[in-house]
C-alpha cells in the first residue's frame, strides 16, 4: 500500500502557513460568470502574492461553486479543477492541496495525482455529519484504497467535526481525531470553528493534540492544523495550543472578505506573526 512521507516533512518550515485559494464559480456552477481567462488569472494572481509574501503551502478549493454536490461532483468539475490545478503546481514550489466541496474526496485524490499536488483536504472522512448538503458519510476505505491504485504521493488531511456541519453519533472531539488518524489512517487532522472564518476552540485544538501527540508514538504521520478563524492576532496561541500548522483563508484576503483576492500586506502580517510566536 502506497504511504506517503510524514505530512510535514513536506513543508521547509517547521510550523506551516497553509494559505487558500477559494476559486470562485466555475464553469456549470451557477454564479458562473462565463469567464474561463478570468479564473486563471485570479488564481496565479492569488498564488503569487501567497508564496511570494512567505506563505508555507496552499489548498485550492471550488468555494464558488455553491450549492455544493453532497459527494460526486460531475466530470466537468474534475476537468476544470484539474487545469486549474495544473497550473497552481507549475507556478509555485510550495507543496498544493486540493479540496473538492463537498466530501469528494475521490476526486480532490485523483486531480491531486494527475497535477502533481502533494495533499488532498477531506471534508468528513470516517464517521457522519449532518450539513446543508444532507448526511454526509466518511469514504475513507474508499479513498486509502484509490491511493494505492493511482500510486499517488499524496498525503490525506481530514477534518474532525468540520465546520457547517454536525456529527452524527459520537460527539467526543477527541475519540473523533483518534478513528481519523487510527483507524482512518489519514496523514493529519483539522479542527475548526463553526463555519467559515470562525475561530476554532483552543480546548478542542488542545484535546485533538493530545490525542495525535501519543498517536505519533506508534506512527508519526499524523500532524494537526487549525482550519478556520486564524488570524494575526491567534496564529500564536493556536501553535501555542499543540497545532502543528495553521490553513488561512478569510484573513488573507483583501478587507477580510473570503471571496476576495489575496492581500500581499495581510499574508506578510500573518507570516510575520507565526514567526514572532516562535521566537
Request: hydrophobic share 40%; proline share 5%; aromatic share 2%.
Amino acid at each position: 500500500m502506497s504511504t506517503p512521507p510524514p505530512l510535514l516533512d513536506r513543508f521547509d518550515a517547521r510550523h506551516p502557513v497553509v494559505g487558500m485559494i477559494h476559486l470562485p464559480p466555475l464553469p456549470g456552477a451557477p454564479a458562473f460568470d462565463g469567464d474561463r481567462d478570468a479564473l486563471h488569472t485570479r488564481l496565479l494572481e492569488d498564488a503569487r502574492r501567497l508564496e511570494t509574501n512567505g506563505i508555507d503551502g496552499i489548498v485550492l478549493e471550488n468555494f464558488g461553486d455553491a450549492p455544493f454536490y453532497p459527494e460526486d461532483v460531475p466530470p466537468h468539475v474534475v476537468a476544470e479543477m484539474t487545469a486549474l490545478a495544473t497550473s497552481l503546481t507549475s507556478a509555485v514550489d510550495v507543496p498544493v492541496g486540493i479540496n473538492v466541496l463537498r466530501n469528494d474526496a475521490e476526486a480532490a485524490l485523483s486531480i491531486a495525482a494527475a497535477a502533481d499536488a502533494a495533499f488532498v483536504r477531506v471534508n468528513v472522512h470516517v464517521g457522519a455529519a449532518a450539513t446543508d448538503q444532507g448526511v454526509l458519510e466518511g469514504r475513507a476505505h474508499e479513498t486509502l484504497r484509490l491511493r494505492d491504485r493511482l500510486e499517488a504521493d499524496v498525503s490525506i488531511l481530514a477534518d474532525v467535526h468540520v465546520k457547517h456541519a454536525t456529527p452524527v453519533g459520537e460527539g467526543n472531539i477527541q475519540q473523533a481525531a483518534l478513528e481519523t488518524v487510527e483507524r482512518g489512517r489519514a496523514d493529519g487532522v483539522i479542527v475548526s470553528g463553526r463555519g467559515t472564518g470562525a475561530e476554532a476552540a483552543l480546548e478542542d485544538v488542545e484535546r485533538v493534540s493530545s490525542v495525535v501527540e501519543t498517536e505519533r508514538a506508534v506512527d508519526d504521520r499524523a500532524a494537526v492544523f487549525v482550519g478556520s478563524g486564524v488570524t494575526t492576532e491567534t496564529v500564536g496561541n493556536c501553535l501555542e495550543s499543540g497545532a502543528d500548522g495553521v490553513i488561512v483563508g478569510t484573513a488573507l484576503k483583501e478587507g477580510g472578505e473570503t471571496t476576495n483576492p489575496v492581500s500581499s500586506d495581510r499574508v506578510a502580517e500573518l507570516v510575520a506573526a507565526r514567526d514572532s510566536s516562535l521566537e
